[in-house]
C-alpha cells in the first residue's frame, strides 16, 4: 500500500526544512501573483501549509483544480522569507514536484466560503454541514466536544461508577415530552419508543445490585427547539448512585465537573466544591428565575410599599423591584429594556429614577412621589438610582422583574463578572403544583422524586392537615451561568409512599402498576434507597464554548423545525415499509 503521507499539514517546522515530504488535504486557496508563480494554502485537520508554485507544469496542474478539492503535495520544505507568526508551520513552505488530484471537486463556486461559514445562513450551513464542518472554527467545538466527553467518562470511572448502556427500543412513558414512537412489525398494532431518558432503567440497575452507574446517554424528545436545546436527540451524563443521599449527588458533581470547566471552558474561572444551595423558593424571590445567573450582583426587592401609590396596575398585586445605583444610560436604552423585558416575558415593565438632585423623575414617578421618602428608605435608593419593577400575580411579577434583573446585568457596567462559571444547585422544589390547563393538583417535576417529610408528610396532606402544595421534594438542579445543565432527585424507592403520592393527584395503585409495571414491581423486591442526576452534554459544551446556539457543538444538528437538512429527514417512506408496520396514512381532510 502506497504511503499517502508524511507529514500532516499542521506538523511542518523549520527543522525539516531540505526534507521532501508528502501532504495530503484540501487545497483551501490560490493566490497567483505571476504568470507562473502562486502560493497554494493546502489543509488537513492539523492545519495549514503553505505550498509555492513556481514552475509552468505546476501553475497549470494548479488552475485546473477548484478549491476544495482533495490533492497530494509531493515536494521539498525550505525556509520562508516571509514567515507568518500566526501560523503554526508559518516559518515554513513547500516547493512540489509532483501534485496529484485524490478527490476532485467538481463545482466552481461554494454555497459559502469554508472559513467564512459562520456568517451563512443557517440553512446553507446544515444543508452542507459536511462543508461547514471543514471549518477550523466549527470543527474545534466538535474535538473540544469529544475531549470533554473523554474527560467526564474518566473521572466517573475514577469514582467507581460503571458504564452502562440501556436499551434505545423500550415502552412509552409519560416523561413529560413527547415521544418518538417505532412501530413494532411483529406485533401489529404496537409500538417501541426511543427513550426520554434512561430514567426508568437506571432505578432498576440501582434494584438489581449495581452501585454506581453512568453513561453518556441518547435522549430522544419530539419537542420544540430553543437555542439551548436540540429537537429529537440530546445527550446527557446520566448517573445514579444506590444507598446514596442528596448530598452524596453533590459532592460526585462538585468534584468531576470544575476541573473539566476550569481546563476546557472559554473561562478559566469556576465555582469550587461546595457549590452554593438555593432553595426554590429563595431563588423566585430573589432572581425571579429557578435558573439564576449568579455572575450578576443584582437582586429583585419587594416594592410592596407602592402597591397603594395610585398607579393601577400596582392595586392589590406582587410589586418587584430591580434597584440599579449610579445609572447612566439614556432613555432611549430605558426604553428598549422595557420592550424587550416584555417581549420575553409577557408582563409589562415600569420604571422610574432618582436623579443626581435627589428628586425622582422619569416613567411612573409621578405616582410615586407621594411616598417618596419611604421608597427611598424600603428600596435603599441613593442618587442616580434606576429602578425597573414589574406587577401581577406573584409569579408573573417575579418572572418580569427576573427578566430585567438579567437584562440590566448583562446591558449596565460593571454588574456581572461575565468571565467564569458560576454554579449553584436549586433545591426543595415543590413535590406538587395546581396545573395552568387542568386547575387540579399534579406534580411539579419527577413524580418518582421522594416527597421531604416522607410518608408522613403525604398521609397528612390526605387527612387534609397540610397543603399538598407545601410538600417539598427531594428534587435538584445543577444550573450554571444561568442555564439548567440538569434536573436531579432522591428517587421515591417505596412503593407505599410512591401509591400515596400518586393518589393525591388522582392516580391510583392500578395506574401506577399500569405505567409503570417494571419498575413498581422490582420495588416490591426490595430496593435500595437511590439518587441520580444527568447533567446535559451538549449544554455543558454550548457553555464551555461561549456559544449561544446549542447546534454550534452538536456534530450534525437538526434545525429548529427537527428537520435533517442533509439527509432530508423526516421523509416519505415506500409503501410496502408501512405494509411491513401495519400503518396506512391517513390524509388530514
Known amino acids: 500500500m502506497m504511503q499517502s503521507r508524511t507529514h500532516t499539514c499542521g506538523q511542518l517546522r523549520l527543522e525539516n526544512a531540505g526534507e521532501k515530504v508528502t501532504l495530503c488535504g484540501w487545497m483551501e486557496n490560490v493566490r497567483v501573483v505571476g504568470q507562473n508563480f502562486a502560493f497554494v494554502v493546502l489543509r488537513d485537520f492539523y492545519g495549514t501549509t503553505q505550498i509555492v508554485v513556481e514552475t509552468e507544469d505546476m501553475m497549470n496542474i494548479i488552475k485546473s483544480i477548484n478549491k476544495e478539492s482533495t490533492i497530494q503535495v509531493v515536494g521539498t520544505v525550505r525556509e520562508r522569507d516571509s514567515k507568518n507568526p500566526k501560523q503554526a508551520t508559518g516559518d515554513v513552505e513547500v516547493v512540489p514536484e509532483q501534485i496529484t488530484v485524490l478527490g476532485k471537486c467538481r463545482y466552481n463556486e461554494l454555497p459559502f466560503e469554508i472559513n467564512r461559514s459562520r456568517d451563512a445562513d443557517e440553512t446553507q450551513r446544515l444543508k452542507y454541514r459536511y462543508l461547514d464542518l471543514r471549518n477550523p472554527a466549527v470543527k474545534n467545538n466538535i474535538i473540544l466536544r469529544c475531549n470533554v466527553v473523554a474527560a467526564l467518562r474518566k473521572a466517573m470511572m475514577e469514582h467507581d461508577f460503571l458504564e452502562i448502556t440501556t436499551p434505545i427500543l423500550t415502552a412509552s412513558s409519560p416523561e413529560g415530552a413527547r415521544d418518538y414512537l417505532v412501530p413494532a412489525r411483529k406485533h401489529p398494532g404496537k409500538f417501541y419508543a426511543l427513550p426520554q431518558a434512561p430514567q426508568q432503567f437506571k432505578q432498576l440497575l440501582m434494584t438489581s445490585g449495581f452501585d454506581r452507574y453512568f453513561q453518556i446517554a441518547p435522549c430522544f424528545r419530539d419537542e420544540d427547539a430553543r437555542g439551548d436545546r436540540s429537537p429529537g436527540e440530546f445527550y446527557q451524563l446520566d448517573m445514579e448512585m444506590a444507598f446514596a443521599t442528596q448530598d452524596d449527588v453533590f459532592a460526585v458533581l462538585e468534584d468531576v465537573l470544575p476541573p473539566v470547566f476550569t481546563k476546557y471552558g ?38 410592596a410599599c407602592l402597591q397603594d401609590c395610585g398607579f393601577e396596575p400596582f392595586a392589590g398585586q406582587t410589586v418587584k423591584a430591580v434597584v440599579v445605583p449610579d445609572f447612566h444610560k439614556t432613555r432611549k436604552f430605558i426604553d428598549k429594556l422595557c420592550a424587550e423585558a416584555e417581549m420575553l416575558s409577557g408582563g409589562k415593565a415600569y420604571w ?35 429602578v425597573a419593577l414589574a406587577a401581577g400575580k406573584y409569579g408573573a411579577a417575579v418572572k418580569t422583574a427576573g427578566v430585567l434583573r438579567k437584562l440590566l446585568g448583562a446591558q449596565v457596567e460593571g454588574h456581572m463578572d461575565a468571565e467564569r462559571y458560576e454554579f449553584c ?69 417505596d412503593p407505599e409512599i410512591m401509591i400515596r403520592a400518586f393518589e393525591l393527584v388522582g392516580l391510583g395503585e392500578a395506574d401506577v402498576k399500569a405505567k409503570f409495571p417494571a419498575m413498581y414491581n422490582a420495588f416490591c423486591y426490595g430496593a435500595p434507597p437511590h439518587a441520580g442526576i444527568a447533567p446535559g452534554v451538549d449544554r455543558m459544551v454550548m457553555l464551555l464554548t461561549g456559544e449561544d446556539s446549542i447546534r454550534e457543538v452538536i456534530p450534525f444538528p437538526m434545525n429548529k423545525n427537527a428537520q435533517d437538512l442533509m439527509m432530508d429527514a423526516p421523509s416519505a417512506v415506500d409503501p410496502k415499509q408501512l405494509a411491513d408496520v401495519h400503518i396506512a396514512i391517513v390524509e388530514d381532510k
Open 266 to 303: 472559554k473561562y478559566k474561572a469556576a465555582s469550587a466544591a461546595p457549590f452554593r444551595r438555593i432553595s426554590f423558593r429563595e431563588s423566585m424571590d430573589r432572581y425571579g428565575s429557578d435558573k439564576p445567573d449568579l455572575r450578576i450582583d443584582l437582586e429583585l426587592t419587594d416594592a
Open 352 to 386: 422610574f429614577r432618582l436623579d443626581e438632585n435627589g428628586e425622582l423623575v422619569g416613567g411612573i414617578s409621578k405616582f410615586v412621589a407621594e411616598k417618596k421618602d419611604e421608597v427611598i428608605e424600603k428600596l435603599g435608593l441613593t442618587k442616580n438610582s434606576f
Open 425 to 493: 444547585w436549586i433545591v426543595d422544589f415543590p413535590m406538587y403544583e395546581i396545573g395552568e390547563e387542568s386547575g387540579k393538583l399534579e406534580f411539579c417535576h419527577n413524580p418518582f422524586s421522594m416527597p421531604q417529610g416522607g410518608l408522613e408528610a403525604l398521609e397528612r396532606a390526605h387527612r387534609g392537615e397540610i397543603d399538598p402544595l407545601t410538600i417539598n421534594a427531594y428534587q435538584y438542579d445543577l444550573v450554571c451561568n444561568g442555564v439548567e445543565l440538569s434536573s436531579g432527585a432522591v428517587r421515591n424507592h
